[in-house]
């Protein structure tokens, strides 16, 4: 059973706009979520983190949302660039153990 | 600081053949992770160590894969032998104590014929 869903395969946006990455997990118990950024051929690489305390984290052009009672998280991406084009995957673990980690969504960031 | 280190990247088997993969975590991580990621899929837990100690393979299919982190810090994992399915990414990641960010090692790409 899958606890953390991600239900857009993809995504393409044109570059200088705004992606918006969804992810919905059904497992209460989480409590810190991930966001991963995987070049082909190359491990996933950590992008942006939320503790399970907040519903807003910021880092740059990435901001990620959580909406605990609706057991859904985004990932935005402002402004789009090229080099944003990647498969992201969304990740969740409950007190620090082991990530369950979604299916993932192809960005394209069209120039 | 240097990354998570796999090796192969590449590995080409026959089925019934051998294969095992190497690790070498972020220095000072004393937790390692090993992963499987099968094509459109996300990356799914096969074990995870504690420094040397296997605190969750509950999801290592133990009649064919093995694995170890004898000093605590590099890993081996190995397969025997090999099936069709194994065909996928085996991840290796790492994390220090306090923390729950993992990080993730470029992985081995394994096809078995």
């Known amino acids: 059973d899958q606890q953390v869903k991600q239900n857009s395969p993809s995504l393409s946006v044109q570059e200088g706009r705004i992606s918006i990455l969804n992810c919905d997990y059904t497992?209460?118990?989480?409590?810190?979520f991930l966001w991963y950024k995987k070049y082909p051929a190359e491990g996933p690489t950590f992008l942006i983190s939320?503790?399970?305390?907040?519903d807003k984290n910021e880092d740059g052009r990435f901001t990620v949302f959580l909406n605990k009672s609706a057991k859904h998280l985004s990932l935005h991406i402002v402004p789009s660039q090229p080099g944003d084009s990647a498969v992201y995957f969304c990740?969740?673990?409950?007190?620090?153990?082991?990530?369950?980690f979604g299916t993932g969504t192809r960005l394209t960031v069209i120039p | 600081e240097a990354g998570v280190v796999q090796s192969p990247r590449y590995k080409i088997i026959e089925k019934k053949q051998p294969v095992a993969f190497w690790c070498n975590p972020i220095?000072?991580?004393?937790?390692l992770y090993w992963y499987l990621q099968n094509l459109g899929q996300g990356p799914e837990l096969l074990i995870r160590?504690?420094?040397?100690?296997?605190?969750?393979d509950s999801q290592l299919p133990k009649d064919r894969f093995s694995a170890e982190r004898l000093k605590g810090v590099d890993s081996t994992l190995k397969i025997q032998p090999a099936e069709l399915g194994d065909s996928a990414v085996y991840l290796c990641?790492?994390?220090?104590?306090?923390?729950?960010?993992?990080?993730f090692g470029p992985g081995t790409r394994l096809t078995v014929l």
């Open positions: 990740a969740a673990s409950a007190g620090a153990n082991n990530l369950f």
């Open positions: 497992n209460s118990m989480f409590d810190y």
């Open positions: 939320i503790s399970s305390i907040k």
């Open positions: 220095s000072g991580h004393n937790t």
């Open positions: 160590y504690e420094n040397e100690e296997a605190v969750d």
């Open positions: 990641a790492s994390q220090t104590g306090g923390t729950d960010t993992q990080y």
